[in-house]
């Protein structure tokens, strides 16, 4: 074993060990206070659905333990214990030219990811979700899901390995810039796409209808002058019982979709609360800035991969025998999250920072009130937990947790005396 070989396995030891006494500390929190719920929300939130949140939190912990080692797994298995060696030896088999022996080659290490992910995908959905009353999946429904997603993949994902490849391979020492530029542009062109001819494929988009809600809504993005092309519902109950909104798309083909069964959970006011928080993303230009980021990172990578690209250890201390450019591309994605794990809680950090400049967004373009109560509404139907380790959450928590959040927006609300 290479020095290189002993960095990328001692790295992706630590991240996982990392993620297991994250999680520890997380399950302990939860399960210690799992019999009295927070005295700030005892009013709102039951003894029940607080024990509750605290068993679903518990639970999705543990199999997060198992996904973490099987990941470490994985890896060794498809680098020295050679897997991608195997899967170049097949790819070869169909005596293709070299770039769309590359394309076979992504395809199949992808397609067979997918199928060592099942097992874990299935006990997720009909286990977990369902003991605790979120699922609505059946299993034809959750295999012809995976069957247009294995469609869509190579529907999408042939053409794209196969613009990459052929610039690896033909446009010379530049060739990471080109296919950053390329990447840059599919990306940006799945963003577009995705709420036309993406989503549509899953589920359901229907026109909000009519009535408070609709009127509500409108006269929030009228005053915030935002514009989109709709307000749509989607049917997010025919797969579970979570509730959730979003933004999709670009420029004029933005979008504002709300899940039916966020619709169900909240009254008008506070549905039109939890968009005044979306569309404070907008306002404070975080949705941009994290393109901006998505796109500086990917230049990083590529540039890093035109590098390594170049250094037979980089190969030969991961088990692959034979150099290529399809191969490097798969070893790259294989042992990059050893290393980026390290960012997670800088990315938390700054995300968290993002939510509460949305929520005082909010507070100041509609109800605080409501999107207080809202936010302790959603916490209960979606089983979040209200006592979350602060080690855990300062690291992985995209969100601010419950307390510190309320506590943000009643401080907001204190220097409202109308809404007081």
């Known amino acids: 074993m290479t ?9 992706a030891l630590l991240a996982t060990v990392t993620g297991l006494y994250l999680s520890l500390r997380q399950k302990r929190s939860v399960e210690a206070n799992r019999e009295t719920v927070p005295p700030r929300f005892a009013e709102k939130v039951s003894l029940a659905a607080h024990q509750k949140a605290a068993d679903y939190t518990a639970a999705k912990l543990r199999m997060g333990h198992v996904g973490g080692i099987w990941g470490l797994i994985l890896l060794f298995a498809w680098t020295l214990g050679g897997g991608l060696g195997w899967l170049g030896d097949i790819s070869a088999m169909f005596e293709l030219s070299t770039v769309w022996t590359g394309v076979v080659f992504m395809l199949l290490f992808f397609l067979i990811g997918s199928l060592l992910d099942l097992p874990l995908e299935l006990y997720g959905t009909f286990a ?34 196969w613009v990459i490849l052929t610039l690896m391979g033909s446009a010379g020492e530049l060739w990471w810039l080109y296919a950053w530029l390329f990447w840059t542009v599919f990306m940006l062109l799945m963003i577009w796409a995705y709420p036309t001819f993406i989503a549509p494929l899953f589920n359901k988009f ?37 509730g959730n909104a979003y933004f999709t798309g670009l420029g004029s083909a933005k979008r504002i979709v709300f899940f039916d069964t966020l619709i169900k959970q909240l009254v008008p006011l506070e549905t039109e609360a939890v968009l005044a928080h979306e569309l404070g993303h907008f306002h404070h230009g ?25 250094q037979p250890w980089f190969y030969s201390g991961l088990g692959v025998s034979q150099a290529s450019n399809h191969a490097a591309l798969v070893l790259f994605m294989l042992v990059m999250p050893a290393f980026t794990f390290v960012l997670t809680p800088v990315m938390s950090y700054f995300s968290r920072k993002d939510e509460f400049e949305a929520d005082a967004y909010a507070v100041a373009n509609s109800s605080g009130e409501a999107l207080a109560s809202a936010l302790v509404k959603m916490y209960e139907d979606n089983a979040s937990t209200l006592t979350p380790d602060p080690v855990y959450s300062a690291w992985h928590d995209s969100h601010p947790p419950a307390p510190v959040r309320i506590d943000h927006i009643e401080s907001l609300l204190a220097k409202v005396p109308s809404q007081a």
């Open 3 to 11: 020095a290189w070989t002993w960095t990328v396995f001692g790295f």
């Open 128 to 161: 977990i979700e369902a003991r605790f009353g979120f699922n609505k999946m059946t299993l034809p429904l959750f295999f012809s899901d995976m069957a247009k997603q294995l469609l869509l993949m190579f529907a999408i994902g042939a053409p794209l390995a």
């Open 206 to 242: 229907e026109p909000l209808p009519d009535g408070e809600m609709k009127s509500t809504i409108e006269a929030l993005l009228k005053r915030c002058g935002f514009r989109s092309n709709g307000l749509f519902v989607m049917d997010g109950s025919k797969r579970s019982s979570h």
């Open 286 to 310: 975080h949705v941009k800035k994290r393109l901006i980021v998505m796109v500086f990172s990917t230049l990083m990578g590529f540039a890093l991969l035109g590098w390594l690209i170049q």
